[in-house]
């Protein structure tokens, strides 16, 4: 394909000049069919005694399959990193073998978490938890489920929780989560999903504290008026 040529002949060229082994993907044209399919081809340098290159051997593979496959993946994982942004949620899933996670990328805005591994450990975003709700993470998603009847399903975990960003702003999450098992029924991961709520739960403070307000002047007009009927029958009795 001619999109691919100049990148195909700069690696070759780089392989030429170093003798160390050749690989890249192109498009290669099937006249029989008229479409271009993917291509991997892959060489090494056979050596003389004393080093030099005496000759090249290679092969080419079709691998166009594999490729539309793994574009087709790499589509539906884009959307739903792009569903997932537009609801503002982020999914995960702890291997706890490993105690590492593996994550959609709006976690890490929610977490303010700065990385680009694919995995990570999961203390990267437990060191985010408020000091003061740690426990009750903790409680909520350490506690394995045991002593599970036949045909039991794991009950679902549900937690409210702070987090505290490098800046200092704390943010609510609300995280949701299930246990996986094995064959053998041990739990092996958990999966979940995590949104900010710190938005209602903003709202659940002014709506407590105005309330509390309205209690307030509530009880302050009725002093005020116990005081003033008071006032009045002193005036009134000599």
């Given amino acids: 394909h001619p999109s691919d040529f100049e990148s195909c002949k700069k690696i070759w060229k780089k392989c030429i000049r170093t003798g160390d082994i050749c690989e890249f993907e192109f498009r290669f ?21 004393h080093g030099k290159v005496k000759k090249w051997f290679g092969t080419f593979t079709d691998i166009h399959s594999q490729k539309l496959k793994a574009e087709e993946i790499t589509l539906l994982r884009d959307t739903l990193e792009l569903a997932q942004a537009a609801a503002g949620v982020g999914t995960w899933a702890v291997d706890l073998r490993s ?15 700065d990385s680009t591994e694919a995995q990570v450990s999961t203390d990267t975003f437990q060191s985010r938890v408020h000091p003061d709700d740690w426990s009750l993470v903790n409680a ?82 009725r002093l005020k ?14």
Avoid: C
């Fill in 29 to 49: 044209l099937h006249k029989a069919s008229g479409e271009y399919r993917w291509h991997l081809a892959r060489a090494q340098a056979l050596r003389e005694s």
């Fill in 99 to 113: 105690q590492t996670i593996t994550r959609s990328s709006y976690l890490d805005k929610l977490y303010k978490i």
């Fill in 140 to 221: 909520a998603f350490n506690t394995i489920p045991t002593g599970l009847g036949q045909g039991e399903t794991d009950p679902e975990v549900r937690v409210e929780f702070r987090i505290v960003w490098p800046d200092g702003s704390i943010r609510w999450l609300s995280a949701i989560a299930s246990w996986q098992r094995d064959k053998d029924g041990n739990v092996t991961h958990r999966r979940g999903a995590t949104f900010d709520i710190t938005a209602i739960r903003e709202m659940e403070e002014a709506k407590r504290l105005l309330n509390i307000r309205e209690e307030a002047a509530r009880e302050s007009s």
């Fill in 225 to 238: 008026s116990e005081f003033l009927a008071a006032m009045s029958h002193e005036i009134r009795t000599p």
